[in-house]
C-alpha cells in the first residue's frame, strides 16, 4: 500500500516561531489533507490540498504532487498550535495516514 | 462543522460485555468508516461502509462488527469486549473516497476492565 512518512516526528518550538512539517507519500494519491489533532484529542481540519497552495490565518500548506510531497507551514506559533498534525492521502484504492508530527509550542 | 456526533463519549465496561458504539451523520455522505487511534499505531481502520447495507473489513477488523441500516448511521459492535479493544474510537465520513473531504466525529474513548 501507500507509504506515508511525517517528519520531524517531534518539533518544540518557542512561542512566536516558524517551522515546517513535512508529508512525503509513496505513490500517486487522489488526494491529500492536513490534520491538527489537539491535545483534547479532537481531529480537526485544517486543509484538504492535492496539489497547490493554501493559506489560512497562519496557517498554509504546499503540495507538489509530481514529487509527493507536501509542506505545511505555520507561522508565529501560539501555544494553540501544540498537538499532533496528520497527514492523510488517498492513492491505491486506500486512505493512508502519517504516523503525525507532535508539536509542543512553549509560551 | 460536519455533521458527525459519536455516542457514547465515553464508556467503562467489563472484559466479555458487548458493547456498540454510534456515529450519527447529518450529512448524507455516503462512505463512513470507523478508527481507532492508539499510542505508536496511529489510525486504523477497522470497517467501512460504502452505502447502506454495503460494508467491508479493514485491517484491523477481528473482534469487531458494524451494521449500517440507514445513511446516517453506522455502528461499530464489540461482541465480547477484550482489554486489548481499550481504545479511542473514532467514526469519520466522506462524500467521494476518491477525492472527497474528510471528516472525523469527536471520538469515543472505551476502556475495558
Known amino acids: 500500500g501507500i507509504q506515508v512518512e511525517q517528519s520531524p516526528p517531534d518539533l518544540i518550538l518557542q512561542e512566536g516561531a516558524n517551522s515546517t512539517l513535512r508529508c512525503n507519500f509513496s505513490?500517486?494519491?487522489?488526494?491529500l489533507q492536513w490534520f491538527h489533532q489537539n491535545p483534547w484529542g479532537q481531529l480537526i481540519n485544517l486543509f484538504y490540498?492535492?496539489?497547490g497552495t493554501k493559506q489560512n490565518g497562519r496557517l498554509s500548506a504546499t503540495t507538489v504532487a509530481t514529487e509527493r510531497y507536501s509542506l505545511l507551514y505555520i507561522s508565529s506559533s501560539q501555544t494553540t498550535d501544540s498537538g499532533v498534525y496528520f497527514c492523510?492521502?488517498?492513492?491505491?484504492?486506500?486512505?493512508?495516514f502519517g504516523k503525525g508530527n507532535q508539536v509542543v509550542v512553549i509560551p | 462543522d460536519a455533521g458527525i456526533t459519536q455516542s457514547p463519549r465515553h464508556k467503562v465496561t467489563e472484559t466479555g460485555t458487548p458493547v456498540t458504539l454510534r456515529c450519527h451523520q447529518t450529512?448524507?455522505?455516503?462512505?463512513m468508516y470507523w478508527y481507532r487511534q492508539d499510542p505508536g499505531h496511529g489510525l486504523r481502520l477497522i470497517h467501512y461502509?460504502?452505502?447502506?447495507?454495503?460494508?467491508d473489513k479493514g485491517e484491523v477488523s477481528d473482534g469487531y462488527s458494524v451494521s449500517r441500516s440507514k445513511t446516517e448511521d453506522f455502528l461499530l459492535t464489540l461482541e465480547s469486549a477484550t482489554s486489548s479493544q481499550t481504545s479511542v474510537y473514532f467514526c469519520?465520513?466522506?462524500?467521494?473516497?476518491?477525492?472527497?473531504?474528510?471528516?472525523f466525529g469527536e471520538g469515543s474513548r472505551l476502556t475495558v476492565l
Open positions: 450529512e448524507n455522505h455516503r462512505y
Open positions: 490540498i492535492p496539489s
Open positions: 461502509s460504502y452505502g447502506v447495507k454495503d460494508t
Open positions: 469519520a465520513i466522506t462524500a467521494d473516497r476518491n477525492t472527497g473531504e474528510l471528516f
Open positions: 492523510a492521502v488517498y492513492g491505491n484504492n486506500r486512505l493512508a
Open positions: 505513490d500517486s494519491v487522489n488526494n
